[in-house]
């Protein structure tokens, strides 16, 4: 009769120290999901970030529609990120890159490359969501256009 009433109690146990893991895990969010990680520190707002892990491009603007309407402007050089505060809800963006920076001085026959990506998105209050321009190539008049990726969950802002 002990040992059985001994083999409850250690059970129970067991199943409390799993429930308290479940929860925690259900209520914990890494720092490289969190607004605040990328200086957004109104915890009702929301983290956009852009990331150029690009070697020839640079991001020129990135538009936003859903929650809130806005077209984010500034240069975004290879390398570098931003991030713009949003507030909480679905998107749809898209990210506006070049091979130049500045369009005003091209000369008649001058290539260039200009292109979007397109992606859509939701973010909860207090998070980030996280994304990449990755990789393509500029040869002469042939380009391979880079890819738009959703990183939330494997950038970590410390790398930049």
């Not at 707002?45 to 984010?72: C, P, Q």
């Not at 001085?105 to 990755?134: C, H, P, Q």
């Amino acid at each position: 009769m002990k040992s059985r009433k001994t083999v409850l109690i250690i059970l129970a146990a067991v199943v409390l120290i799993c429930a308290a893991f479940l929860v925690f895990d259900a209520l914990y969010i890494p720092s490289v999901q969190r607004a605040a990680t990328y200086g957004v520190t109104d915890k009702t707002k929301s983290a956009l970030v852009i990331h150029n892990n690009t070697s020839e491009f640079y991001v020129l603007s990135v538009d936003v529609k859903g929650a809130l309407n806005h077209k984010f402007t500034g240069v975004i050089a290879a390398g570098d990120y931003k991030t713009y505060t949003l507030p909480p809800g679905d998107y749809s963006m898209t990210v506006h890159y070049s091979d130049r920076t500045n369009f005003s001085n091209m000369g008649f026959m001058e290539w260039y490359v200009d292109g979007v990506k397109l992606a859509d998105f939701t973010v909860k209050k207090g998070r980030a969501a996280i994304f990449s321009l990755n990789g393509g190539d500029v040869q002469g008049m042939f380009y391979d256009p880079p890819d738009l990726e959703d990183n939330s969950r494997e950038i970590n802002p410390e790398q930049n």
